[in-house]
């Protein structure tokens, strides 16, 4: 793909992205705004451990292989379904599996009444399997904006669902029809627009190809996967129910901001690179421009938003979530360092060295493991264990950064000098507004000003300092929109 063809198309996937990360993160915040209000945290806590085993057997039904037939140049149909039916499997031996430990799993963790929504939460890793094919073949395409549509459908439905059945006193079942009907209708229409459907064959030869390379992603996954769920496995087990609520809500919303911002950009870059990845200069740019401009906008973002937790959190939640704020302004710093993480893990992933992704995270979750025993069963902190994480997170940006020093000639410090104006920027933003929190006047009222003097200043002085990613953004918006004129 030419260089010009393959700008403008990752231009569209970007906007199509930004479309459905943007438009289905507000969809969802407004269901568990309203699920919030209607359930207990300690529900929540609930369902934060019964999602430990949909997560990491998530990880393991992909096994990498979703990655390996969007970095593949050589993928046929046969492929795709040799793929589906190895995924298919996995899906229902892990399914039979859970179905028969759940009531060992709520037992240990003193929860017997999710052994039922367990086993039917459970059922989204054999859907998963089916739409991890789908995704690829989209990402292999370009073609997002079916992701796009699929995605916001999925949000609509799931939520109008989940809210029912939480107004009707469905309690923690709520949750469990609000996770399994978003995947369904995923799906679902994902199936009405991608024109694939698995055939009866198996090509043994190529799905030993495609594994060797999935195989290494697999590893790192589970074990990414793994440490992730364990948080929420020794907080559940140590202390309780609600606290493990309060520490997960104050994660989860940190996290859709940086899945949204972050989201955009990284699938569509992991496309990009694999379409250019003989041209290693190519590859460097590309990856310079995912950095920099993700870190542009998630910086400020997840200042402003722990600028403003405590009011947000009480007009949203209610006063009976505020004591997850610090845990939301904890995380907000961990989720500010996603791009450093995900763009340099895209590189290697788009370039086909799935080998070094697998070590780093080998590295990464000796270092983060130690971490989190120490917080958790020495110290027997809620702050302190998040407060680990933190530590972990800065730890994991020399570690993840490290390689494409060699790999595409990106070194950790150019990445540092890359991203300084982000968060320069964003220090003297939250300078300017953070004094305002003195001022006589209601939460909502107190989060739109600061919000608005945040914002202003940090264009402001981005437009008065001509930083690179302002001009850039500008002018990618307006070509944009140019054409669309045109």
Known sequence: MAERDLKTTTIKSLFWKLFEQGGTAVVTLVVQVVMARLLAPAEFGVLAIMLVFVNVGNVIVQSGLNTAIIHDPDVTERDYSTVFWMSFTIS?????AVFVFSPAIAGFYQIESAITPLRVLVLVLIVNSYNSIQEAIVARNFEFQKTS?????AAIVSGVAGVWAA???AGLWALVIQQLLQQITKCTVLALQVPWKPQLVFDRARAVVLFRFGWK???SGVMDQAYQSLSSLFIGAVFNKTDLGYVDNGKKYPYYLGAMLDGTIQ???????SSVQDNIEHVKRLTRRALKTSTFVIIPSMTA???VAEPLVLILFGEKWLPCVPFLRMYCFIYALLPIHTTNLQVLNGMGRSDLFLKLEVYKKIIGLSIMCFTVFVMRDLYVIVGGYIINGIIATFINAAPNKKVIGYSYAEQIRDILPAFGLAAVAAVAAAPLSGLAMGPLAMVLVQCVVFSVVYLAVAAI??????TYLVNTAMGFVRRRKG
């Open 92 to 96: 229902v031996v892990l399914y039979l």
């Open 149 to 153: 549509r699929a995605t916001w459908a």
């Open 167 to 169: 107004n009707a006193g």
């Open 217 to 219: 992603l697999l590893a």
């Open 267 to 273: 699938p569509v870059m992991l496309s990009a690179v």
């Open 305 to 307: 938003f722990a600028l």
């Open 465 to 470: 300092l001509r930083v690179e990613e302002f």
